[in-house]
C-alpha cells in the first residue's frame, strides 16, 4: 500500500494529532484545518444526504480546494437528481459523477435480473460493487484524503468513526469532520444556514441511497433502517467503507 506524508497543524506527528485539534472546532475550520494538514489532492464524496449538504457547504465556506464528487450509481430518486442539480446552481459548482461500467451492469442485469438483489445478500453486494465500490476507486485514484459524511450515531458499526483515520484500501486518510455531531446538529446547522436538501428528508427517510433500497423508516427505528431493510440489522453497510463492512459481517457472527 502507498502511504502519503502528513503533517498535522501544531507540528504534531501525524493524523493522531490532526484528529485531537479538530475536536473544538466549527464544521467549517474543521475544514480549513484538514485542508492545511493534508498535502495532496483531497475528494469528497456526495450522495447528497443531509450530512453530505453541510459538507458541501462547509468546503464551499471555507474556500478550501477540494473536489466534490458523486457516484451515479443510475438508480437515484428523482428527488436526489433534484437536490443535485440545486446544489450546483447554489455553490456555483460543477460535481462530477462516477457512473458504473455499462458492461458490468449488463452482465449483472443478465445474471441476477432488475431485483435480484433482494433476493441474497451476495447479490446486493454486487450490486453494490458494481454500481458504487467500483466507480469509487476511481474517484479515489491519486487522492491523499477522502472527506466522507460519516457520523458515530448512524449505526452501531459506525460507533467507532473516528475524525481522522487511514483507509488502507485506497492508501489515502478518510476524514469524517462530522463524526462526532447528531443528527440534531447537523439538521440545526442545515437550517441555520440555509443549505438545500433532499426532500424525501422531511418524508421519513433519515439515509438515502439508490430507489429500490431504500424507504421511510418507522417509529422507533434507527438511522439506517430503512436500507435494505430486508437484510439484517447489522448489514447496512454496502462496501464503499471496509472497516464498516467488516464490522459488520464480525457482528453477524457473533450473532448467529
Known sequence: M???????PSGGRGFEDLSSALAPLSLVERVRAIREAIEGRLVFTTSFGLEDQALTHAIAASGIEAEIVTLDTGRLFDET?????????RYNRSIRAF??????????????GAMGFRHAVAARHACCDIRKVRPLARALVGAAGWFTGLRVGQSAARA???FVEIEEGHGLLKISPLADWSREQVADFVNREGVPYNALHDRGFPSIGCAPCTRAVRVGEGERAGRWW????????????VRLLVAADAAV????
Do not use: I, M, N, Q
Open 230 to 241: 430486508w437484510e439484517s440489522e447489522a448489514k447496512k453497510e454496502c462496501g464503499l467503507h
Open 2 to 8: 502507498t502511504t502519503h506524508e502528513f503533517r498535522a
Open 81 to 89: 437528481l433534484e437536490v443535485w442539480a440545486e446544489t450546483e446552481f
Open 253 to 256: 457472527d457473533r450473532a448467529a
Open 160 to 162: 467507532a468513526t473516528a
Open 99 to 112: 457512473t458504473p461500467e455499462s458492461a458490468d451492469v449488463e452482465e449483472l442485469l443478465a445474471r441476477d
